[in-house]
């Protein structure tokens, strides 16, 4: 596979004193479960594993978001949205006490209260004139689901940028020796540049030169290749925040939906979670925009951890769920319920045949 890696930010200068800005205030929610370790497969990149025995119902993860971006939703007349304060993200009723941009630069951005727009100054300052510019033109002229994806890759960049300010130094800090932080987390996220199918990484390359490459409306270090490899990243990682768990169907029921996403979201930890259709994690967002992975059932030590990236429920048989993650997610599923699945298919097509058509055996 052929890598394109975007600019690394330049090294922070040595002795810059750490302050708990608003971005790692948000960090220190962070958790991982001691047993769970990165690792590496040949076929699937990177991956997640269980170092020791695991019981059900044990949290793994609680990730936090590198950048959220809201999605309204509307439910009995009243519309909520996500704070934009990373260290808040919580679902808000837009209402007259809802804080609004002075600028005026988009309707979904809104802060729950004064004290967290104003915690969240800084980092709404990068991505302000980019929105009442050229988001606003991207939302008018091209579908909603491109100006998502493009606002995500703003707030990644801005997540990036308010790491570069002085007195944010401990943002490049792993904070742990397992689990890279900050962007370079984001960075080690895979994109997988050369599976995407040309007229895709056409149509990427279109809207990051038409929105993303004017430096008055977004100062950035990145040039056109790097900002596709980065909305790649982007498409690659990305998790929906719904309001009901997102697991294994023994775990989450026989219901038909998730409900509505009110957001998307980057969690760079977690981007290390394989899919499976049978998946061994279930994962839910809590109150504050992290996303909570738990146990579905015991886990072996060595295992795998898997999580699904659909709704199972939605999709019940090898071939729905094949197509689904390869139109979906561009990649072919071998998971071992597929593999079992598929290997049974298989099996029955050949009973099927007549067995006159086998003399030559
Ligand atoms: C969010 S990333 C998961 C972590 C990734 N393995 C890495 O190296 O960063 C999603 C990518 O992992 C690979 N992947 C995930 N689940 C898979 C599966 N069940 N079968 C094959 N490849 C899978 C695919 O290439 C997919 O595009």
Known sequence: MKTQQVAVPPRLTKGLR????????????????????????????????????????????????????????SENGRQSLLCSNLSCSQRSEVNSSTVKCAHNCD??????????????????????????????????????????????????????NLELQPGVAANHRPRNDRFAWGWEAVLQCCHYLDSWPEEQLIHWKRLAGT?????????????LGEMVALICKEETNTFGLYPTATGPLSVVGQRVSRGESYGLS?????????????????????????????????????????????????????????????????????????????????LAELDALPLDGMAWL
């Open 18 to 73: 750490p302050v708990l800005s608003s971005a790692n205030r948000q960090d220190s929610n962070f958790f991982v479960h001691p047993s769970l370790i990165p690792d590496n497969d040949p076929h699937k990149g990177r991956l997640l594993r269980a170092a020791a025995s695991i019981e059900a119902g044990t949290i793994l993860l609680r990730d936090t978001p590198y950048a959220i971006v809201p999605i309204p939703v």
């Open 107 to 160: 309707s979904d951005v809104i802060w729950c209260s004064p004290k967290c727009h104003t915690d969240d100054l800084k980092r709404h300052n990068y991505e302000c004139r980019w929105l009442k510019h050229q988001g606003q033109t991207c939302r008018r002229d091209e579908f909603n689901y491109n100006f998502i994806t493009l606002w995500h890759v703003v707030r990644l960049l801005a997540g990036w």
């Open 211 to 223: 929105y993303l490459m004017d430096k008055e409306c977004l100062p950035s270090a990145l040039n």
């Open 266 to 346: 980057l969690y760079p930890r977690a981007a290390m979670f394989n899919h499976s259709c049978e998946p061994s994690v279930a994962h839910a967002p809590d109150t504050r925009g992290c996303m909570v992975y738990t146990a579905a059932r015991d886990i072996d030590k060595g295992e795998e951890l898997t999580i699904t990236y659909f709704d199972l429920a939605a999709r019940k048989t090898v071939a729905s769920r094949q197509e689904h993650v390869r139109e979906q997610f561009r990649f072919k599923c071998t998971c071992d319920r597929c593999v079992e699945d598929e290997a049974a298919e298989n």
